[in-house]
Antibody, heavy 116, light 108 residues
Framework: QVQLVQSGAEVKKPGSSVKVSCKASGGTFSNFAFSWVRQAPGQGLEWMGG????????NHAQKFQGRLTITADESTRMVYMELSSLRSDDTAIYYCARDNSGFDFWGQGTLVTVSS | EIVLTQSPATLSLSPGERATLSCRASQSVNNYLAWYQQKPGQAPRLLIY???NRATGIPARFSGSGSGTDFTLTISSLEPEDLAVYYC??????????FGQGTKLEIK
């Protein structure tokens, strides 16, 4: 059974960076794409970006240009999302998800709180 | 960027009734459209992929239809546990995915 386990909650200051990890177990890793999706309090889902580990290059939505880096490590089956220049409106739950003609497996979510 | 517009924003129905949720894309996404269910405090769950295919373990009362720009999620006979927010997502052009704003389904 595929399982995605994310790192724990973070509290960050405005202007700093956060790096969230997602460890995949079960199933094949390298051949699938993995995406990051966030959800601000009381709001909808927002697709941020993704990566196909075997290709190694992350891609992201235009609004995160210059602030978002998505990486993967095939040897450890880990996917990472790093967001820089944090603002208060980056406060959200961040999810990783496996893309298999739809996001069929999701991590449990990581709450990132940006506050001074 | 492809914009997805879901309607209605909120739907209030009784158990046993039929629910019809709509998702319209600003340009064609072919059939690369997925539907998700999100219950309070939980991660989203994939219901439908490629417009009309039920994901593993999804009950037969959930069905999807449509292609191009207009899509529908139908719940044939509502159960109390179907209380949730439902999102559509287009996957027509890696890596430029997007979600709709969601439809909140209330059970009377």
């Amino acid at each position: 059974q595929v399982q995605l386990v994310q790192s724990g909650a973070e509290v960050k200051k405005p202007g700093s960076s956060v790096k969230v990890s997602c460890k995949a177990s079960g199933g094949t890793f390298s051949n699938f794409a993995f995406s990051w999706v966030r959800q601000a309090p009381g709001q909808g889902l927002e697709w941020m970006g993704g990566i196909i580990p075997v290709f190694g290059t992350g891609n992201h939505a235009q609004k995160f240009q210059g602030r978002l880096t998505i990486t993967a490590d095939e040897s450890t089956r880990m996917v990472y999302m790093e967001l820089s220049s944090l603002r208060s409106d980056d406060t959200a739950i961040y999810y990783c998800a496996r893309d298999n003609s739809g996001f069929d497996f999701w991590g449990q979510g990581t709450l990132v709180t940006v506050s001074s | 960027e492809i914009v997805l517009t879901q309607s209605p924003a909120t739907l209030s129905l009784s158990p046993g009734e039929r629910a019809t949720l709509s998702c319209r894309a600003s340009q064609s996404v072919n059939n690369y459209l997925a539907w998700y269910q999100q219950k309070p405090g939980q991660a989203p769950r994939l219901l439908i992929y490629d417009a009309s295919n039920r994901a593993t373990g999804i009950p037969a009362r959930f069905s999807g239809s449509g292609s191009g720009t207009d899509f529908t999620l139908t719940i044939s006979s509502l159960e109390p546990e179907d209380l949730a927010v439902y999102y559509c997502q287009q996957r027509s052009n890696w890596p430029l995915y997007s979600f709709g704003q969601g439809t909140k389904l209330e059970i009377k």
